[in-house]
Each structure stands twice: as C-alpha cells, then as structure tokens.
C-alpha cells in the first residue's frame, strides 16, 4: 500500500486521451519519478492530484483518502503541496516576505490573512520562515525584493515556500527545468536533503541525470499509458522505455 494510490485513471481532453488506465502506488517516504516524451500526460496526472483537473474516471488516494472532488486548497490541506513549474513568487515582496505569506495561509487554507490574529503568530511564523531559508541556503538573501534574484534562487524561494507548509507529498514538476548545471546539481543536493524529513517526493522531470541521482522508483507514461514502472536499475535497459524515446529525449 502506498502513500499515494491511483487507480485506472482517464482522462480525454476532446478526442484525445492524455491518461489511460493509469496506475500509480507511491510509497511513504520514498522519491517516485514520472518521466516519458513530451506531451505523455505527466503534468496532466499530477494536475488530477491537486484539484487542477478531475478525472473523467478512476481514483486517487492520499493516505487512505479521495482527493477527487476536494478543492484545490483543500488538498493542500491535506498536506499534498505542488511546486510549481515556473516559480510562482510575489515579485515586489523580500524572500522572507515570500516565504512568511504561505505559512499564515497554510492553516486558512486560502491567502485569507487575519491581521489581529496573525499579529500575535508572527513571530513564530517568521522564526519559522527563517530557519527554511536557512535550509535552502537564501538566509543571507532575506531582505532582497525576489525579482531580483537569479532564476535558480527563485525555484529555490518557490521550495522553501512550499516547506514552510509542512509538506507530506510534494509534488514537483520539472524542478530543474532551464536550470544551469550548477543549479541543477544543488537542486539534486537540496532535494536530497528534504529527503531525510521523510518528505514523499513526486518529481516529473526531463533530466535523467536528476531522475537517475534521486528516483527510488519509476513511472514512465508515453501517450498517456504507464509503459513502465520499476527501480532506476531497470528502467534504462527496458526495451519499451527505449522505444517510446526514439527520436525524443535520449535516456
Ligand atoms: P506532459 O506534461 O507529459 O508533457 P501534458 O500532460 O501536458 O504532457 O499533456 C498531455 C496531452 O494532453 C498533450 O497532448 C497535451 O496537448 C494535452 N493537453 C494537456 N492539457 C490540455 C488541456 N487543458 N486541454 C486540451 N489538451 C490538453
Ligand atoms: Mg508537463
């Protein structure tokens, strides 16, 4: 049984099938990659987990519960929280600013803020935003407005944003994606790192030099379909995972 279970979902967009009888069993603690071509479903599977998308049919569990028909905010409740793909920051707030605003709404469920209530929580609540900055490596950087910052240090400030909420299931979507190398590799580091809270970590991603250094599992969907699922040993070699990148991405 796992953390995440998902059970024959589908989902057509018009005529076209971006999820067909997927499965999926995540288990608690652990890092499950989903990778394939271009166009494969992968964000549109990760968007019927979050509220974004209903599946036309099939299920989805979290902890022994459905998350299909809860909103959006009442997922992340629940404690599954989505990184997005291009860094969702307000530009003209400091990064602590940034990191602090999440951590108020997270009990709301909604960027609802109280000003008499939230007075009194404030300075827990930037203690708190403080020691995930740390932990990221942005502490030096607290007071600076975060349109200011490099692209690498933004995705950055977008994890720590999603930290801060205290996280069971996150969710990443391409979490290097335009990164340089450097970035990329500190990415993995920092990744790795959140590993050992016990965070469980689904992570969508192009770079199979990150999936390959992270994944303790694998999916990989390719037209919609879980062509594969298996450890990172057995994926490389798996003649249709090959196929279903000839003339694509190279594994
Ligand atoms: P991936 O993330 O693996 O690249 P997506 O999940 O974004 O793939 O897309 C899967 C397929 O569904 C693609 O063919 C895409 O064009 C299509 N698709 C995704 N979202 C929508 C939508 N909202 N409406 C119509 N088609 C969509
Ligand atoms: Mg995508």
Do not use: W
Not at 52 to 78: A, W, Y
Not at 185 to 207: F, P, Q, S
């Amino acid at each position: 049984m796992g953390i995440l279970e998902v059970r024959d979902v589908n989902k057509n967009f018009g005529g076209l099938k971006a999820l067909n009888n997927v499965n999926l069993d995540v288990q608690e603690g652990s890092v499950h990659a989903i990778i394939g071509p271009n166009g494969a479903g992968k964000s549109t599977l990760l968007n019927c987990f979050v509220g974004r998308l209903d599946p036309d049919t099939g299920t989805v569990m979290f902890n022994g519960k459905s998350l299909l028909g809860l909103k959006p905010h009442e997922i992340n409740q629940t404690g599954v929280v989505r990184v997005f793909q291009t860094p969702e920051i307000f530009t003209d707030l400091t990064l602590l600013e940034n990191v602090m605003i999440p951590a108020f709404a997270r009990r709301d469920g909604a960027f609802k803020l109280n000003p008499f209530r939230d007075v009194e929580r404030e300075g827990e609540v930037r203690d708190k935003a403080m020691s995930i900055l740390e932990e990221v490596g942005l502490q030096e950087d607290r007071n600076k407005i975060a349109s200011s910052m490099s692209r690498g240090d933004k995705r950055r400030l977008e994890l720590a944003m999603c930290l801060v909420q205290d996280p069971v299931l996150l969710l990443l979507d391409e979490p290097t994606a335009g990164m340089s190398r450097a970035d990329t590799n500190a990415t993995i580091d920092l990744l790795k790192r959140i590993g050992e809270r016990g965070i469980t970590k689904i992570v969508i991603e192009h770079d199979m030099h990150v999936v390959f250094s992270l994944a303790d599992r694998i999916s990989v969907l390719a037209q919609g379909t879980v062509i594969a699922e298996d450890v990172p040993a057995n994926i490389k070699g798996n003649p249709k995972v090959q196929e279903a990148y000839l003339g694509g991405a190279h594994l």
